[in-house]
Nanobody, 123 residues
Framework: HVQLAESGGGLVQAGGSLRLSCAAS????????IVWFRQAPGKEREFVVA????????DYADSVKGRFTISRDNAKNTVYLQMNSLEFEDTAVYYC????????????????WGQGIQVTVSS
């Protein structure tokens, strides 16, 4: 099992940057694929980016490619999401999620979730 907690959200102007962190408990963190999803008001939860257990493979949604960067530090049990050139459309609650096998784009395939953190981009 793993427990996840997001931090680093907040309010930023369009064009600005934020860095989200997803801190995990447990000694088996390196065995989990970590994914960021987001959910805007009135919309379904959508895939943003994933990182493999070792960090060697990443997968980005087209909407964030070139602007967001995911990384992980398994020694610190933490995944980071650097978000640059933020747009109003990035406004959402961001969630990190984990599963012990490869990435899935469906939130239904993830059993471990953080509580979510608000990111608000003002236009």
């Amino acid at each position: 099992h793993v427990q996840l907690a997001e931090s680093g959200g907040g309010l930023v102007q369009a064009g600005g940057s934020l860095r989200l962190s997803c801190a995990a408990s447990g000694r088996t963190f390196s065995m989990y694929t970590i994914v960021w999803f987001r959910q805007a008001p009135g919309k379904e939860r959508e895939f943003v980016v994933a990182i493999s257990q070792s960090g060697g493979i990443t997968d980005y949604a087209d909407s964030v490619k070139g602007r967001f960067t995911i990384s992980r530090d398994n020694a610190k049990n933490t995944v980071y999401l650097q978000m640059n050139s933020l747009e109003f459309e990035d406004t959402a609650v961001y969630y990190c999620a984990a599963r012990p096998i490869g990435v899935s784009y469906s939130p239904d395939e993830y059993g471990y979730w953080g509580q979510g953190i608000q990111v608000t981009v003002s236009s």
